[in-house]
Nanobody, 115 residues
Framework: QVQLVESGGGLVQPGGSLRLSCVAS????????MGWYRQAPGKQRELVAR???????DYADSVKGRFTISRDVAQNKVYLQMNSLKSEDLAVYYC?????????WGQGTQVTVSS
């Protein structure tokens, strides 16, 4: 089992920045991929960014050049640095961890972009 706890969401003006954090606990040795997904009101959950155990990263086209995913292996944390935020980035952001057998989710953290 893997437990994920996110933090760092909040209210920010368009053009502003936020950094989300996710700490993993439990069977962390089994994690192959960690990532961030988001779900905007009335929309399906979508991938924002993910980082593989090899260090490879993937980003949604909509966030490339604005968001950066990173990890601190020693502290079992993954981060999402979000810059140049837009109104369309408003969503609940979920931390995700994948093992060879299961997918785990955090409880989500709200990001609101509004002037």
């Amino acid at each position: 089992q893997v437990q994920l706890v996110e933090s760092g969401g909040g209210l920010v003006q368009p053009g502003g920045s936020l950094r989300l954090s996710c700490v993993a606990s439990g069977s962390i040795f089994s994690i192959r991929i960690m990532g961030w997904y988001r779900q905007a009101p009335g929309k399906q959950r979508e991938l924002v960014a993910r980082i593989f155990s090899t260090g490879r990263t993937d980003y949604a086209d909509s966030v490339k050049g604005r968001f950066t995913i990173s990890r601190d292996v020693a502290q079992n944390k993954v981060y999402l640095q979000m810059n140049s935020l837009k109104s369309e980035d408003l969503a609940v952001y979920y931390c995700n961890a994948e093992t060879s057998a299961q997918t785990y989710w955090g409880q989500g953290t709200q990001v609101t972009v509004s002037s």
